[in-house]
């Protein structure tokens, strides 16, 4: 895949906290400095405040302290797609010693990612949808495979708590979830994530939203 992001900064610090995220999330992306110039193909830049003034381009996006680097990812890639808004997102996680979560925007994955409990995916869970929280969505919903009941209900539960009401949950059969993954059955976590790109892509049965049953709320 062709870089169409690039990262032009001297700061180290703001350096490594962009291509981190970035490589992360498996986002091809090309390192400049500041003044150089930028080939054709890029669509966004990602620079610091003090280096901005320097940065030729019409898509410029800032690191300062305050920013979370997870913002900008996901920031730059709406831009990069094209995106004003997405009409769904996605996240399905598959529970288990190691939770999968895929992240989906209109059916294409954004950020993947593996936790290690229940506390960690569901602060995981919330800290994707606050750094979506400036994308307009039409929809979002995440999706639970039901390989594991207990943990499923306990992560439910969870979210049910910590996440805007508008936000659906369902519990989605995990059955031929892990079909044809013996490829990857030595590779630590990406079975997982795997089975929870395809946990996000399938029907599920809703989880009724204790939020939305509350008044005012």
Known sequence: ???EIAVATLSGKAYYMIVNELRKRGIPFLSLTPAEPIPAEIKVVITTQEERCLVKHDRVLV?????EPETLASE??????GK??????VIGI???EVFGVAVLADGKIIETANCFSVKETTDKVKNILKNLKNVPTDYVSVKIGDGVPAC??????????ALPPNVVLESVSEAGTNRNLNETKHRRGLRDIV?????AGRNGHKFQRRKTNEPNS
């Not at 690191?63 to 920013?67: A, F, I, P, R, W």
């Not at 004003?84 to 997102?89: G, P, S, T």
């Not at 089975?195 to 946990?199: H, P, T």
């Open 1 to 3: 895949m062709k870089a």
């Open 63 to 67: 690191y300062q302290n305050e920013v």
């Open 76 to 81: 730059a890639l709406q831009i990069v797609q």
């Open 84 to 89: 004003e808004y997405f009409e769904k997102i």
């Open 94 to 96: 598959d529970p288990g």
């Open 152 to 161: 499923k209900e306990k992560l439910l539960r969870g979210l049910d708590k």
């Open 195 to 199: 089975s929870a790109i395809r946990i």
